[in-house]
């Protein structure tokens, strides 16, 4: 997968390809919104990381100079985690937006979660399945995550234990959708506040203590998420 | 207004006092001078009557003439005549009872003075008619005799009559000229008095943060058109401040964000590295359990766990920076002032942190009204609580050795009219006073070898202060006299308060 990023911050650029590397991805680098369009044809990427505050154009000007041409994802890595600036992102044809200061699994997970969700439109066959609606995940694709007795839907949002239906708050949800969508990985307190939170400020560094707590309560067995003091929390199926 | 109408009433009631006097006497003086003429007319008049001798033929007839001529003047609106002869005696009255004539007056005092050759006037009381009256008498002289005098009396109610008459006239314009000026100054107090009101609708909305308020420069009185003039200029400041701010507030977090990032890559992939290098192979295993169990060095493992502390601390780093920013978002905001059921949002915030409660082996629970409506940005008593009963739980589980199976937090909404209080109590360890003046300040830390001290961003309490400010709240820390501390916020009732 080749990877091309777009980011006039050397030190930041540099840490996103070596972690890129590391996954597998073969990138390249820009630093101006005209090389990104230049090399969109020399270097004909799969997905572009794109920052928004490019030194000759603005990000969003970039964004939709790629989409007018092609199909090809398009992942905003911004500073600025204001509402509306992730609007016009999305509204210029942007697939998601991540907030620096992000961490390099998360940035791997979301490029893995938007080129299967394209890809999966794009086999789909269909030239209205427009990747940038999110949605394409209806057409086949599996919406239903197992871990044991528990199955979360992500479609319809539901979670049943034993086959019994429990109910959660939306913030918990998406709170055990990202904890239990790397079993067994130990999650960092400032990455779940980073990615689950997103804009909003958690406020107190308990809350994420506090909504934990909820979902172990409501799940009735403390064992599924594990405490890993002074680092964060990991998901797990309780034996 | 009503007293200044009565003030000038009053001044003109004082000043009419003396002037009544005055009147009295001028108008005293007038009818005098008038009389003294009058009489020596009479008198010219009487001369050759008197001097005619009673036995001549022709006294009747000049008797009778003079009478007539008495008569005459009385009728006329003048006073009433008595006119003697040298002796005193009456000769000739202009009463239509002549009864009189062949009386003497010579004992009275005012023709005494006139047979002695003066012109006397003066009040008297008459005892006939039972009135004061207003008396002339001048003698009647030929050549170098005084062959008599003549009296003329006056009613002195009349002069009095003339004088209420004048008086009431001039009350009545000056009640009128009272009543006018009422008037006008009424129209014109109440045009400045609108105007004014305007101007701190317009004050209060923009203290409410609408920042857009601004005061009608063209309208009013000049000195309303000139303070309308300052307001705006201190609106148009103070909304250029704000503007500053928050460009600030983006700028800054663009700047930190991005070498915040590129610091959090590089730990990541070098701690990664040496993690893979040092074969714990399990990917995400975390840091602290120590070395893997294949072939890692003790030094490679020091440096794991070093690398991860690096981590924990750029997270810190980040979470400072997210703090300044919502910090400085928050003071630069201009959420309007809104009303919200605290007590609701109390049992919500006792709901949402009961199972950490529980799982840290606490209570919570919430004691108040059912409803306590208070004026309030929107998040602000949601966001307050929750730093409350954050520090709460911390200072609850910080002292683990003399843990009695009490131990519990109170989220407590109590009437203090007119406002409502929030209070967070928790039986921890409790701060010093000066510590509880401290703790609001941005940085301060409780005791930083506290447990999960160093966790904190050292913003949370100054947040809440900002919140508080932007709420028109009061907030404060207090210590209980049975341990712990009490942390409360006093908010405004709001319109539609409901007793508890």
């Known amino acids: 997968m080749r990877v091309l990023v777009v980011e006039d911050d050397g030190p930041v650029a540099s840490g996103i390809i070596d972690g890129l590397t590391m996954a597998a991805f073969e990138s390249l680098h820009v630093e101006t919104g005209r090389a990104a369009l230049a090399a969109m044809t020399s270097f004909a990427p799969d997905l572009v990381l794109l920052d928004l505050g490019l030194p000759d154009m603005d990000g969003s000007e970039v964004c939709r100079s790629i989409r007018s041409s092609s199909q090809t994802p398009i992942i905003v890595v911004s500073a600025r985690d204001e509402e509306i600036d992730r609007v016009v992102a999305l509204e210029m044809g942007a697939d998601d937006y991540v907030v620096k200061p992000f961490g390099m699994r998360e940035l791997i997970a979301r490029i893995r979660a938007v080129s299967r969700r394209t890809s999966a439109g794009a086999a789909a066959g269909s030239g209205a399945g427009d990747a940038a609606v999110g949605g394409a995940d209806g057409s086949g694709a599996r919406t239903d995550r197992v871990l044991g007795s528990l199955v979360i839907d992500t479609r319809t949002q539901r979670v049943s234990l034993a086959g019994t239906e429990v109910y959660f708050t939306p913030t918990e949800f998406d709170l055990l959708v990202y904890l239990s969508r790397d079993a067994g990985a130990v999650h960092r307190r400032a990455d779940i506040l980073h990615d689950v939170w997103e804009t909003t400020w958690h406020g107190t560094t308990k809350t994420l203590d506090a909504h934990v707590a909820a979902i172990r309560k409501k799940l009735g067995n403390p064992g599924w998420i594990e405490s890993v003091r002074g680092v964060g929390f990991r998901f797990g199926v309780p034996e | ?500």
């Open chain 2, 1 to 500: 207004m009503a007293a200044l109408m009565g003030i000038a009433l009053l001044v003109l009631l004082v000043q009419d006092i003396p002037l009544s006097n005055y009147l009295r006497q001028v108008e005293t003086d007038r009818l005098v001078t008038s009389l003294e003429r009058d009489a020596f007319v009479l008198a010219g008049r009487s001369e050759e009557t008197l001097e005619t001798p009673a036995s001549s033929a022709t006294a009747p007839t000049e008797a009778a003439a003079l009478t007539a001529a008495a008569r005459g003047y009385r009728d006329s609106g003048g006073a009433r005549v008595v006119i003697v002869n040298a002796d005193g005696v009456a000769v000739v009255t202009s009463d239509d009872d002549q009864s009189i004539v062949g009386d003497s007056y010579a004992s009275r005092p005012e023709i005494m003075g006139a047979l002695g050759g003066q012109i006397t006037s003066g009040h008297r009381y008459s005892d006939t008619l039972q009135i004061d009256l207003l008396y002339v008498t001048v003698p009647i002289v030929n050549g170098q005799d005084i062959v008599g005098a003549v009296r003329l009396t006056f009613p002195e109610q009349v002069v009095t009559d003339a004088v209420t008459r004048q008086i009431s006239v001039l009350g009545l314009v000056a009640l009128t000229t009272v009543v006018l000026a009422g008037i006008v100054g009424f129209i014109f107090s109440a045009t400045v008095t609108r105007r004014l009101k305007v101007l701190q609708h317009t004050t209060e909305r923009l203290a409410d943060g609408d920042l857009d308020a601004r005061a009608d420069e063209r309208a009013g009185a000049p000195e309303i058109r000139s303070l309308s003039v300052s307001f705006n200029r201190m609106a148009t400041r103070l909304e250029t401040l704000i503007e500053q701010q928050r460009t600030f507030a983006a700028d800054a977090s663009h700047q930190l964000r991005t070498p915040l990032t590129a610091l959090r890559l590089r730990l990541e992939r070098a701690r990664e590295l040496l993690e893979n290098d040092a074969g714990t192979g399990i990917a995400g295993s975390a840091p602290d359990t120590g070395p893997g169990p294949g072939s890692a060095g003790a030094a490679e493992a020091a440096a794991i766990e070093r690398l991860a502390a690096a981590e924990a601390e750029a997270d810190r780093l980040g979470s400072i920076i997210e703090g300044l920013l919502v910090l400085s978002r928050t003071e630069s905001s201009t959420a309007p002032v809104v009303e919200c059921d605290v007590a609701r949002v109390a049992r919500e915030r006792v709901e949402h942190w009961q199972p950490l409660a529980q799982e840290l082996g606490l209570g919570i629970r919430y004691e108040g009204p059912d409803h306590a409506t208070v004026c309030a940005i929107a998040t602000a008593p949601e966001q307050i609580i929750d730093n409350y009963v954050d520090n709460a739980l911390s200072a609850s589980t910080s002292r683990s050795i003399d843990a009695g199976p009490e131990r519990e937090i109170v989220v407590r909404v109590a009437s203090l009219s007119p406002g409502w209080r929030v209070s967070v109590l928790d039986d921890g360890p409790g701060l010093s006073d000066e510590d509880c003046a401290r703790a609001f300040d941005r940085f301060w830390r409780a005791d930083s070898d506290a447990p999960g001290a160093a966790s904190g961003n050292g913003l949370g309490l100054a947040i809440v202060a900002q919140l508080a400010r932007a709420s028109r709240a009061a907030v404060r820390l207090e210590r209980r006299r049975e341990g712990g501390l009490e942390a409360s916020v006093t908010f405004d009732a709001g319109v539609h308060s409901a007793g508890p």
